[in-house]
Structures are given as structure tokens and as C-alpha cells.
């Protein structure tokens, strides 16, 4: 585990909210939440069926890096006391895992049938809530 600078020193790129790594995967979580709850919200309009294909690759794009971002994060931070902050930070993991894993049954379902299930897309709508609670 990496030392904090003290005051005064350089942070390395690689350190806390300056990582790019950081960076690509909150904006891409953003991206995603807000396409996704313009998905929900929207209607199935034409413009919206492309929001869809777009919100769906760019889950596709982003699921290794952000998964790796966050096995590396847990190993880092898993023996830290158990607090507000932390509790939070394992609810947004529980429902980024959850939104992952329905968000790939979905694009598999949608593949390979003419439907996809209701429960995968609560499960997947309702996820981002917990998400985002536990990151805001």
C-alpha cells in the first residue's frame, strides 16, 4: 500500500482522485448512470433506441477497466475499520456488481433472444440507486 505525501510533495499520477485510471472509470460510471436513467425515463423513440446501443458498448468498453480499478481499490482499502465512508464505498460496490452482472445478461439476452427478462432490468435499474447512494 502506497504512503500518503505529506504536505508539500508531489502526488504521483497514480495516487487517489489524481489517477487517470480514477478518472476514466468515474466518468465513465457517470456516463453510463446518466444514459442509462435518460434510458428508463426516455421512451423507446428512434434517437433513444441509439442511446441504448451506445450505453450498451460503451458498459462493454468500460467493464474490464473498471473492474480492474476496483479489485485493485478492495485489495488496498479491505483492512481499513469499518465506517461510514467504507460502508458506503461497499454498498456502491455491491451495486456496481450487481448493475455489471445484469447489464452483461441483458446485452446477452438481447443478443441472442427478441426480449429481456424484467427482473434482469429492475435488477439493473435498481442497482444504479445503490450505486449511486453509495458514492454521492
Keep these: 500500500m502506497k504512503v500518503k505525501p505529506k504536505d508539500g510533495q ?10 487517470l485510471r480514477v478518472r476514466f472509470c468515474l466518468a ?12 428508463s ?5 428512434p434517437w433513444m433506441q441509439w442511446t441504448v ?9 468500460t467493464l474490464v477497466p473498471v473492474v480492474w480499478y476496483c479489485v485493485s ?14 460502508l458506503l464505498g461497499w454498498i456502491a460496490l455491491a451495486g ?3 448493475a455489471s ?4 445478461v441483458l446485452t446477452v439476452q438481447a443478443v441472442v433472444g427478441t426480449r429481456t427478462s424484467v427482473s ?10 445503490g450505486l449511486l447512494g453509495g458514492m454521492v
Design 73 to 86: 481499490h478492495v485489495l488496498a482499502y479491505r483492512r481499513h475499520a469499518l465506517s461510514s465512508t467504507t
Design 101 to 104: 452482472v445484469s447489464g452483461v
Design 96 to 98: 456496481l456488481v450487481v
Design 53 to 61: 446501443l451506445l450505453h450498451t458498448a460503451l458498459g462493454g468498453m
Design 120 to 129: 434482469w432490468r429492475n435488477a439493473h435499474f435498481a442497482s444504479t440507486f
Design 10 to 19: 508531489a502526488v504521483s499520477p497514480d495516487d487517489g482522485w489524481h489517477s
Design 28 to 39: 465513465s460510471l457517470v456516463a453510463l448512470t446518466v444514459s442509462g436513467l435518460a434510458i
Design 41 to 45: 425515463i426516455g421512451g423507446f423513440r
